[in-house]
C-alpha cells in the first residue's frame, strides 16, 4: 500500500528553543524541506508519519485523535519542522534528523527535552542535508516485453530489473506485459505463471475483447502477463519473418486497457493495488495508459489519486498509426486532439494524403504527469529538432516535468565471476579467466585460437540506429589489420544478408551470428576485447555498460547514454583513476570510428599495462540499480506532490 499518508497535524505544541517558535509538522516528503533562515522563528508541533502499514483510520468525530488514540501502527514517524515566519506563514519544512522515535517510548517532556538538545544541534549546516524519508508507493509498470519471459533488446532487460530493484527498496511492485506464446520451447519461461481467473472485457476496436491475466510472484515483484488470442502467434514480440505485425496497434490498446484495471480487479497477494498507484508506462507500447486514466478513469471518479511516468527508451518507435483508427481505441471522441498528430508536407505519401495519424507517444507526452528517459545526454537531445523525432517542441514545453536517470545492469546476471554462460570466471582481481574465455570463443564461432589478435564485438539490433551502415563501409580498411571481429544480430535482412557475405569474404576474420542468441552475448562480451558501438543515436545503451563489467573495452560513438557512462581514456590524467574507461569518438564518420579503434588496438598490443588499467577500472565501476532507483522514487515523489496533470 502507498504509505505516505496525510494524517492532520497534532495539536499539542510547545516552545522547544528560545528565541524559537517550532511547529513539528509530518508527512510532507522530503523535497518539500526548505533550509531555514537562521534568524527566522521557527514555531514547532508534533505529528507522526506512518511507515507502512493500513490507512489510518480516520475518526470523522474527532479529526484530530490525540496520541493515544492513534492506532498502533502509525505511532512510529517522522517529525517535521513547519517554519513559520514572524507574521505566522508557512515558509517551510524541515526533517529533524533521527527523529524516528516511538511516542510510546517517548514521555511528551522528554521529548521536548530531545528535540531541544536536537533542534539545537541540527538548526544549521546539519539540517540541510537531504533527510531520507520512508516513502513507499504501489508501482504499475507497463510495458511490452519484461526479461526474462520477453526480450528483444534493452526495453526488456531495464523492465526485468528495475522493477525488483525498486521491490527491494520497499515498494509493491506489479509489472504488467503480455503472455506472448510463440510454439516454441520459449514459451516455457512463462511456465511459473498461473491463471488468475479473472477475466474481463476490455470495449475496444468495435467490440468487446475478453482478456485474462496470469500471475507469478518472483524477487519481490507480481509479474502479470495479459493473456489475448492475438499475443500467441509464431515469430517475435512484434513481427515475424514476413515483416511487423499489422495488429500492433490492437495488440498494445489491449494491453493499455488491460494495465489501467490491473491494479483494480487482481487481488495480488490477497489485496488490490487500488487507486492510489503510479503508472510507469514505457515506450509507445504502454503510452495509451496516461490518456486512459484522464480520459476514461477520472472524468468517474476513479483513479483521481494515480499519476503516471512516462519513460522513453526511444523515441525513434512512436506508435504511429491512420487517424481514422482513432475510433477503435475505446477512447471518447473529446480526446482526440491527445493523440493526433500531423506529418509535415514533406513527408506525406501522396497530394490527398492529409498527413492526419493517431500518435501514441506522443498522447503520452502531452498527459503524463513526469517524463523520464534513460540518460541525462538522451534528455536533452529529444528535445532537440535532431533529436526529437518530431516530438521535440512538445517536450520542450514539458521539460520543467523531464528527467534523465541512466539505467542499470542487472549485476547478478550480467557477472563474469559468477556467469553461467561463459567457459571461464574471472575477476577485476584475476583476469586470467579473459583470455581463455576469448580462445574458447575463438574455438566456438571456428575463427583461428589466437590469443594475441585483438578481437572486436559487435551486439544489437541490425537496425540503422545502430550503426551498422558505418561498419559496413569501414570493414574493408579495418579488416586489413590483424584482427577478428564478431558480429551477433538481427534485424534488418539487407543487414544480415550483408553479414552472410562479409563472413564469406573474410572467412579468417570475420563471424556473422544472425539471430538472437542470450547465451551467445553473453559470451561474446567475455571472449571479446573490444566492443564496438558507433550508434547514430543511443537513448542509454546497456551493452556498453555489460562489456566494461567484463573488462571489454568499448568504443562508442560520443552520444546520448555513451557519452555519459564511457569516459574517454587519458593516459595522462592527473587524477587517480580518471584515466577513463573506453573510447569514444564524434562526429558519426568511417574516418572517426576507424581512428579510436586503432588507438583501441595499439594501445592493447602495445601499452599492456594501460590496458589493464582500463579493463580494472571499468570492471569496479558501480552498474548497479541503486542509484537509478533512487532518482526514480524522486520522480515519483515529485508526481504525488503535484496534481494530475490531466
Ligand atoms: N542478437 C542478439 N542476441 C542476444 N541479445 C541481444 C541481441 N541483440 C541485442 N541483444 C541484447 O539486447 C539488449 C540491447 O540493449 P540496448 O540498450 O543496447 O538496446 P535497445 O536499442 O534494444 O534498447 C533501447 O532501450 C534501452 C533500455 O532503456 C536503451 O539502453 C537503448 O539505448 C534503447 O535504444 C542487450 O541486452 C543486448 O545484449
Known sequence: MESLQLTPIHHHSFVLVRHSHLQLGSHFPSSLLTRASRNANLRLTRSFSGEVGPPASHNEDNPFPLKDEQPQEQERGLLLARETDDFGSLVGFRLIPGSGITTEEQPEAKVGEELEEKAEAKVGEELEEKAETKVSYNITFVTAEAAPYSKTGGLGDVCGSLPIALASRGHRVMVVSPRYMHGTSEDARYSGAVDMDCNIQIYCFGAAQEVGFYHEYRKGVDWVFVDHPSFHRAGSPYGD???????????????????????????????????????????????????????????????????????????????VEPIVTYGNLGLPLEWRGALEWVFPNWARMHALDTGEAVNFLKGAIVTADRIVTVSKGYSWEITTSEGGYGLHELLKDRKSVLSGITNGIDVTEWDPSSDQYIPFKYSADDLSGKVKCKIELQKELGLPERPDCPVIGFIGRLDYQKGIELIRMGIAELMEDDVQFVMLGSGNPAYEDWMRA?????RDKFRGWVGFNVPISHRITAGCDILLMPSTFEPCGLNQLYAMRYGTIPVVHQTGGLRDTVQNFNPFAEVKNDEGTGWTFSPLTKENMLVALRYAIQTYREYKSSWEGLMRRGMTRDYTWVNAATQYEQVIEWAFMDPPYC
Not at 486497457?257 to 503508472?279: I, K, M, N, Q, S
Request: net charge neutral; aromatic share 14%.
Open 502 to 506: 562479409t563472413e564469406a569474404t573474410y
Open 241 to 319: 519473418m514476413y515483416g511487423t505485425f499489422g495488429d500492433n496497434q490492437f495488440r498494445y490498446t489491449l494491453l493499455c486497457h488491460a494495465a489501467c484495471e490491473a491494479p483494480l480487479v487482481l487481488p495480488l497477494g490477497g489485496y488490490t493495488y487500488g487507486e492510489r498507484c503510479l503508472f510507469l508506462v514505457n515506450d509507445w507500447h504502454a503510452s495509451l495508459v496516461p490518456v486512459l486514466l484522464a480520459a476514461k478513469y477520472r472524468p468517474h471518479g476513479v483513479y483521481k489519486d494515480a499519476r503516471s511516468v512516462l519513460v522513453i527508451h526511444n523515441i525513434a518507435h512512436q506508435g
